[in-house]
């Protein structure tokens, strides 16, 4: 603490008959007190700066963040509408030439109930050309779908190659059971593929079917589980029948693609098990069927 004194003479006689000198009183200022009002003052300029920038940093922060959000989000939509058009361009193109190729590579092939495969990388070569061309167009959906959800657009040819090879692999069982066979068998096969329209069964693995966002491979499990039955029609009718080929594709797409409704599927069901029946009844009466057949013996 720092003293200030301020002193003032009085005359005042003494016994000596010499003036006294009194002192003044002492008037004691606390230094410290002095000291903090002036650095407080020091530092308000420099503290309302620091508040300042704080507030600004406050501000422009969450727009950064929503501008980097903004980033991302666009980047989302670009690969998005990238896919979206790409994807199905590219699919239908490789489906057009897999109809080419699976018609240029049948013809002649088709004798009905009597169909020979070939060998076996005929066969297989056929066939993934024949799925190509008869299911990827069912499958665009799911692929944009995948594609979205992953984000990528690699998404979908990467589902593509995986749902064709569930297919492949049902063509090595196909091609390993496959006989000529007679048109009791097909009727029988036809029949029982209606009925199989039908049942729970279809009906659930052709809604998982519609609904899919997994891999390519669940995916084509579930098609395969959806279209098993007409499927088993291609075969016994004619393995090699562009005629048959393409009407099973057209059913085959729209199922994929179009709810179930019940005055859609009965009517497809009968009309496939009554289709059946007529194999059975006159075989001959349906074109292409019974192309060889002559001194076949039905089965």
Known sequence: METTTSCALTGAQGPSGRDSKQGCPTISVPATE???????KRRQPARRKELSTSRLGGAISPRIQRLDLAAGGNETNIISTFGSIVTPTVTLGLVAACWVFSVHEMDGMNEGVTTQLGSFTFFITVWIAMMAAMMLPGAIPAMSRRR???????AAPVFAATYIAVWAAVGVTVYALY???GTLAA???????GVYELTPIKQHFREQCRECTRSGM???????????GLMAMLIVLGVMSVTWMAIIAVVVVAQKLLPAKFMIDVPLALAIIGLGIVILA?????PGLTHITAHMPTM
Request: net charge negative; charged share 20%; glycine share 10%.
């Open 218 to 228: 669940v995916f084509g499990l579930d098609c395969v589980g959806s279209s098993i």
């Open 179 to 181: 006989q000529p066979h």
């Open 187 to 193: 009727g029988a096969f036809t029949i029982t593929a």
């Open 282 to 286: 006159a075989p001959s009466s349906v």
């Open 34 to 40: 002095m000291d903090k009002e002036s650095a407080k």
């Open 148 to 154: 979205d959800l992953i984000g990528r657009t690699l």
